[in-house]
């Protein structure tokens, strides 16, 4: 257990619908990162959130939208699903701005039929 | 970003050595050497990382050359656990900026 926690593991959805992803940081940790990973893409970096506050934007769908609340845990929402949407959405947590290693969660494993 | 370049794939025996090379000769002198390994199904794990001089902790080793072009994941003895996909990345410190994956190294080990 790495200490980050993604719910839910498995998502099985219709296109054009709207799912919610929540990623739960390692205690201490303030940022969050969001990162898609698909087969033929990677890993690749959709946004930061440092203490509540967005810090930084990667390559982010807009129909695709994240936030942190108060208590650190974060929310990646996805609407109007494509089947290209289908991915693994890995959630990771570090403990400041943009330094040190970060902590990822085992995360999300989205399926748009 | 600066970039890396690392073998698409590498084998290796079980409880042998294996080096798994990565280049960078864009490589900064602010930039940190970061490794990180994605088990199937899991998200990514850290190595180690280091600087300039060479690093060793309780998973690898870390060996850099000495002008930062090149650098060196070291496991000292392979078991089939370590079956995963290593992602040598760069990363400059003081800019906070965010770790950028590449394709990796993907490693077998054989029993």
């Known amino acids: 257990d790495s200490g980050v926690t993604q719910t839910p593991k498995h998502l099985i959805t219709a296109t054009g619908q709207r799912v919610t992803l929540r990623c739960s940081p390692r205690?201490?940790?303030?940022?969050v990162y969001w990162y898609q990973q698909s087969l033929d893409q990677g890993l690749q970096f959709l946004i930061q959130?440092?203490?509540?506050?967005?810090?930084a934007k990667g390559n982010i769908l807009e129909r695709f939208s994240a936030q942190q609340f108060p208590d650190l845990h974060s929310e990646l929402n996805l609407s109007s699903l494509e089947l290209g949407d289908s991915a693994l959405y890995f959630c990771?947590?570090?403990?400041?701005?943009?330094?040190?290693?970060?902590?990822f969660g085992s995360g999300t494993r989205l399926t748009v039929v | 970003d600066a970039k890396t370049t690392q073998p698409n794939s590498m084998e290796s025996n079980e409880e042998e050595p294996v080096h798994l090379p990565c280049n960078h000769s864009t490589i900064s002198g602010t930039d940190y050497i970061h490794w990180y390994r994605q088990l199937p199904s899991q998200g990514p794990e850290y190595v180690i990382h280091g600087l300039t001089s060479n690093v060793n902790n309780r998973m690898a080793s870390l060996a850099i050359a000495e002008d930062r072009k090149s650098s060196t994941l070291i496991l000292h003895r392979a078991t089939l656990r370590d079956a995963a996909v290593y992602y040598c990345?760069?990363?400059?410190w003081g800019y906070g900026q965010n770790f950028v994956f590449g394709p990796g190294t993907r490693l077998s080990v054989l029993p």
């Open positions: 990345i760069l990363r400059d």
């Open positions: 959130y440092y203490n509540g506050e967005e810090r």
């Open positions: 205690s201490g940790d303030l940022s």
């Open positions: 990771a947590s570090s403990t400041q701005k943009g330094g040190g290693g970060y902590t």
